[in-house]
């Protein structure tokens, strides 16, 4: 697994391998949590393009209703049914028309249960954010995999979707859906992970310039930040510096470009001129 | 080894996280072994990564996770364990916690505290003396009211409408699906639109009360006052401080007011000791912060902000609160006195991320207070 999911462009810890590994086998849906910008949702992008099959992603807020992540029918269209129906005899058979699959719109957890060649893998992004309301609803479908739709009747999985939740712990998961998944929780990488990382998504970056890099960010990690960098953060770095031509950092361009990685108006400031010299002195030892 | 043998040597390691804390259930188990089936049981780091995954060990669990991993499946320990295992049949029992001495609750009379009954009385009318009483003043026979017109206070805590649009009559949006469906009764004329609007939303509170020695004469009334607040508005969590934090949320079943107080002033280390405020909060901001506080909460703090420590922990971990909180409420007893000016180094140190600076020495102050906690 780690291997497949290497070869696709994800550098995974044995930790984040075994347990993909294990909700695929186990059919299981996998809660991933961790700080924003490690590669939660990178994962179910890999996981796709490895099982070669869709990714169908749900992404949470707040008041987000069944409307929008299950179902919803098509009013519009419906109205013109019967509108185009006139006088018609018989208004139940109107209404098993009007109410049939192909009125029915079809959002992201829906489309996933009735995918019909083969099983998808299904991206529930942030759920931290939605209510604990929706919580309770996505629990319901992802024991049983089926929706009752009150027009319609019974829907079942045609296959049974790998299911991924991403979270960023604003707040805590109720304990009935953390025990309905397998758990991850994704720390910052390691250093050599990271300069992996590096060297795989940005090619343009030399060994030295990567391993420099990743020194850096880590030792801003080390520090009291309100924002820690996340590896999002550090490829978007990379980028930048590869764009400018650079082989190595040196304060004046670190203290330029030090906006693609602190994020916090407080962080930034707090990070002055002389510390940036230290941070860079010691990164390139 | 059978399945047999590495489900009873499973069931026993589960009892030894249960016993140290860790939240695992029946069905986590069953995950586990299922898990186990399918990674190669040599490699024990692939075991003990699986175990992880299928346990659903958090972050904060996974210390001791490693730690009883290393002492149930260590090579020789693991055969030793299981021919245990397979004898008794048992699951190691949690070592009692030893209490910590602590001290009752503050009695101006020197009686112990009596359960009060609290009954359905209904409306009761606040008496305007005991609303001005301070709490300094008050005794145990004044508790009994003073709870009554708590809940009562409490139960006044506005609400905010949430983003989620619920089913309305008369007013907010059109709602095309049930609109669609009464529509049908008609034939298809809309004769009555249905709606929906924005739902009601419970406030979320998050208080971080004092009990160190200093606060002693207000502390009981106080956390009456976040009791009833938690009976008001559920997704209340209450933390105390004084040398260290403990979370009370989890001590307190519904129900009398003073029992539950009893309760946790008994497993509360330190009561009515001394106060590091600024260790306190960061210890909270480490554990607990992202988990309670979210755009939506409320933060209470109640202390007098007389601390001995280093004011650097408590700007600290003020700025991470105030970054993630929609308000931060400050309630200091001090403040009942004209003549205090906010000075003491902790609280100096801490003004500049506090929403609102309140007094709390009465009932009537804390009446003040409801409006800046509705969400």
Sequence with gaps: ?285 | MTVGGLAAHLASFAGALRARGVRVVLSDETDALSALTLVDLADREEVRRALAVALKIRRRDRSVFDELFDQYFSASAREAAIAEAARTRSVPHAAVPRRIGAPGWRNVEGETARELPLGDTPAYSPNALLRRKSFEECTDADLAPMERLLIRLAEKLATRPSRRLVPARGRGVMDPRRSFRSALATDGEFLRLARRSRAIEEPRLVALCDTSGSMDAHTRFLLAFLLALKRAARRTEIFVFNTSLTRLTSWLAPGKVVRSLERVSASVPDWSGGTRIGECLETFVENHLDATIDAKTVVLIVSDGLDRGDTEPLVRAMRAIRSRARRVVWLNPLLSDPRYEPIARGMAAALPFVDRLLPAHNLETLERLLPWLAA
């Design chain 1, 1 to 285: 697994m780690q291997e497949a999911m290497e070869r696709h462009g994800y550098i995974a810890e044995p930790e984040i391998a075994t347990a993909v590994f294990l909700a695929k086998e186990m059919k299981k849906p996998l809660l991933v949590e961790g700080d924003a910008g490690v590669g939660k949702t990178e994962i179910a992008k890999v996981l796709a393009r490895l099982l070669g099959t869709e990714l169908i992603r749900l992404q949470c807020y707040e008041g987000l209703d069944v409307a929008t992540a299950l179902y919803e029918w098509d009013y519009p269209r419906q109205m013109l049914r019967l509108r185009m129906a006139g006088d018609s005899p018989d208004p139940s058979k109107i209404e098993d028309v009007i109410f049939s699959r192909e009125y029915l719109l079809e959002r992201p957890l829906l489309k996933a249960i009735t995918r019909a060649s083969g099983p998808p893998v299904l991206l529930i992004d942030e759920i931290d954010r939605a209510d604990d309301g929706f919580e309770a609803f996505l629990l319901e479908i992802l024991s049983d995999f089926q929706v009752t739709i009150p027009e319609l009747g019974t829907i079942r999985a045609e296959h049974v979707p790998h299911v991924l939740l991403t979270s960023n712990r604003s707040r805590e998961i109720g304990d009935a859906l953390r025990r309905r998944c397998l758990y991850l929780y994704i720390e910052h990488p390691t250093f050599e992970k990271e300069v992996r990382i590096i060297r795989s998504r940005v090619p343009g970056a030399g060994d030295r310039l990567a391993a420099q890099i990743a020194r850096f960010v880590e030792s801003l990690r080390e520090r009291r930040l309100a924002k820690s960098p996340g590896v999002a953060e550090t490829i978007d770095w990379s980028q930048a510096l590869v764009r400018l031509h650079q082989d190595e950092l040196d304060p004046e361009i670190v203290s330029e470009t030090l906006g693609c990685v602190l994020k916090d108006h407080n962080d930034l400031r707090e990070l002055k001129g002389e510390e940036i010299a230290t941070l860079v002195e010691a990164a390139a030892r």
